[in-house]
């Protein structure tokens, strides 16, 4: 006995089957994409913190780091002789020449 197929298609029908499968698959696919993309996206946000945090604590250390040494030192030289005169007044040039670097408009 064979079958004919019509509009109205029976739900035994093969060819049928199989293309609903093709159907659900293409859909889980595109849902699956989707989540993966939004997964992405989390992760590369937490990735963006996590770098820039590092980046800002790198940063402290090794300014504080140096400033402390810095400051360490100083306090270890005698105040009265050349060397720390020489330091004082070559500290207070560069301030007024950032001063005045950046109170000159930039073109």
């Known amino acids: ?4 197929a019509t509009a109205g298609q ?10 609903d499968a093709m159907r659900e698959a293409i859909n889980n696919a595109s849902e699956d994409a989707t989540r993966a ?28 780091g140096v400033v402390y040494a810095t400051v360490f030192v100083a306090r270890a030289i005698p105040q009265e002789n050349p060397i720390v005169e020489g330091l004082i007044d070559g500290g207070r040039a560069a301030i007024e020449a950032l001063n005045e670097a950046k109170s000159k408009p930039t073109s």
């Open 1 to 4: 006995m064979a079958t004919t």
């Open 10 to 19: 029976t739900e035994g029908d093969p060819l049928r089957s199989i293309s």
């Open 37 to 64: 993309g939004e997964k992405v996206r989390e992760a590369g946000a937490g990735v963006g913190q996590t770098v820039s945090r590092f980046t800002y604590t790198s940063s402290y250390m090794l300014s504080y």
